[in-house]
Nanobody, 127 residues
């Protein structure tokens, strides 16, 4: 089970750090086995890929819209993946979701490639 947190209301130029934590009692719930991605869904729009990181943390992928502003990292010992968002813009406002897949050969950008999803956390950037 994935749980996203860290969203909030901030002003343009501010920073936020989102967390995606995995919980469960079985070894299969260890987030270290999964590639994890962040998606976001602005109001009235489709869910879009933001950034992803493979299970080892050795490779990441990002959308052009967040290049140079967002970074993704993971702490497998804490079963958590982070999305550091800097220089936030109004157009970054959305519900942010974390998602996981056992596909560690790449970082797909389509939602259908991720079978496991968190509940979403709202990010609102006001101008």
């Amino acid at each position: 089970q994935l749980q996203a947190s860290g969203g909030g209301l901030v002003t343009v130029g501010a920073s936020l750090r989102l967390s995606c934590a995995a919980s469960g009692r079985t070894s299969s719930s260890a987030l270290s086995r999964y590639s994890v991605a962040w998606f976001r869904q602005p109001p009235g729009k489709e869910r879009e890929f933001v950034m992803g990181i493979i299970s080892s943390g050795g490779s990441t992928r990002y959308a052009d819209s967040v290049k140079g502003r967002f970074t993704i990292s993971r702490d497998n010992a804490k079963n958590t993946v982070y999305l550091q968002m800097n220089s936030l813009k109004a157009e970054d406002s959305a519900v942010y979701y974390c998602a996981a897949t056992t596909d560690n050969m790449g970082l797909p950008i389509t939602t259908t490639n991720y079978p496991f999803w968190g509940q979403g956390t709202q990010v609102t950037v006001s101008s």
